[in-house]
């Protein structure tokens, strides 16, 4: 759901899909994915039956539309962050920290889903859109032609998008010790560290 079609969205639909949204991330909390029933996630909702099936066919699909939710709205922080143009360096660091600020902002939710093993369609969902902006971010630096003859480009691919998704998995874990500009800044180190010892 892009903002435009949020914005044009009954304000009753968004304030049910959060309640429902907020119970079962209490529910996470507190139990298996397994035991937690549509039943059991109006109840605590505050809602009935018929008015979680208003929005979803079952669990499963709640929660893909939740990641595809959740991928939106990344997206949009992505869209909204002022670059230069041409792109430059400085504003894919710009936009990771505004990436690192949107999950410090939903941090519960985040923490519960990008953490768990328990339901992992969030994590790969978030490591799958990371990876395309990682393919476009390489192609747009010219990196590609750089490292062709030093490092394999998927690999260099797989390593970035690991190292980019664990690092933020970690600093959730460790209830986020520092502040998303620190991180951001901290990423941009590292890259240029590691650009300087490849050449």
């Keep these: 759901m892009t903002e435009k079609k949020k914005l044009h969205t009954d304000p009753r639909i968004l304030r049910t899909r959060q309640l429902i949204k907020d ?3 209490e529910l ?3 139990t298996d994915l397994q035991q937690i029933t ?7 909702a505050t809602i009935n039956r018929v008015t979680f099936y208003l929005h979803f066919r079952d669990i499963p ?3 893909e539309k ?3 939710d959740m991928i939106d709205d990344i997206s949009t922080v992505f869209e909204k962050t002022p670059t230069d143009h041409p792109f430059s360096e400085e504003d894919s660091w710009k936009i990771l920290e505004n990436l690192l600020q949107h999950i410090a902002d939903h941090s519960n939710f985040y923490k519960n889903f990008l953490t768990s093993k328990k339901v992992p369609i969030f994590r790969d969902r978030l490591t799958l859109f990371l990876r395309e902006k990682i393919v476009t971010k390489i192609d747009e630096s010219g990196r ?4 062709t003859d030093i490092v394999k480009e998927d690999i260099l ?3 970035e998008t690991s190292a980019l998704i664990g690092t933020i998995v970690s600093w959730l874990q460790n209830d986020m010790p520092y502040t998303p500009s620190f991180l951001a800044q901290q ?3 590292l890259h240029h560290r590691a650009l300087n010892v490849e050449r």
């Design 144 to 147: 590609r032609v750089q490292l």
């Design 66 to 68: 939740m990641a595809n």
């Design 38 to 44: 549509v039943n059991r996630l109006a109840e605590r």
């Design 61 to 63: 699909d709640m929660l």
């Design 187 to 189: 990423f941009a180190l």
């Design 23 to 25: 119970a079962f991330v």
């Design 28 to 30: 996470l909390e507190e």
């Design 157 to 159: 691919i797989w390593y």
